[in-house]
Each structure stands twice: as structure tokens, then as C-alpha cells.
């Protein structure tokens, strides 16, 4: 008795995307495109959240990459800007009188 709906014959698009052979230039761009996205997103979580040097306090930017280092070096002066940091986030206290 033959069926009026073969599923053998549909294609449902999953078998299209696994197959780089059959996926329009447009099609793969979009794909590297989204993967570079997702992953950016997932090393931003890890990087603020999960790393072990998440816990320390500071700028996030500076979490998130180098190039705040290297934008505050080229502009002159990172001296002061890692003393404003330090003055900033700095949690101990000064104590005045050292007693031995």
C-alpha cells in the first residue's frame, strides 16, 4: 500500500547544513560570522566571571583584552593611570605608625 507522504523524500534542510558541498558562500560567511560571535561572547563570560583573576577588582576592559594596555601606553604616561587604578581599587589601608 503506498503512503501518500514518504518521508525518504523530504528534505527537511538538517542534511543541508551539515554538507559544506551544498551551502552558498552568503551561507557560510553567516555561519563564521555567528561562530566568531558566540565565541566572543562565551570568552567575555569566562574572562569576567569564571577566570581566576576574575575576583580581583579593576577596569573590564583590562579583563577583556590587552589592547587597554596598549591604548593607555600609546597615550602617554601609563604611570599615572595604573596609580589612579591603584588609588581606585586599592583595598588596604595605610596605617601610619609602624611599631615593632
Known amino acids: 500500500m503506498p503512503s501518500d507522504f514518504d518521508y525518504a523524500d523530504q528534505d527537511n534542510g538538517a542534511s543541508r547544513l551539515l554538507d559544506p558541498g551544498q551551502l552558498s558562500v552568503v551561507e557560510i560567511i553567516a555561519q563564521l560570522l555567528f561562530s ?24 573590564k ?22 596609580e589612579q587604578l591603584h588609588k581606585k ?11 615593632y
Open 61 to 82: 576592559r583590562a579583563a577583556l583584552s590587552s589592547l587597554w594596555l596598549y591604548s593607555v601606553t600609546k597615550a602617554g604616561n601609563p604611570e599615572e593611570v595604573f
Open 36 to 59: 566568531l560571535l558566540a565565541w566572543c561572547i562565551i570568552r567575555a563570560g569566562y574572562l569576567l566571571y569564571f577566570h581566576p583573576l576574575a575576583s580581583f577588582p579593576g577596569p
Open 89 to 99: 581599587y586599592s583595598k588596604s589601608s595605610k596605617s601610619t605608625s609602624v611599631q
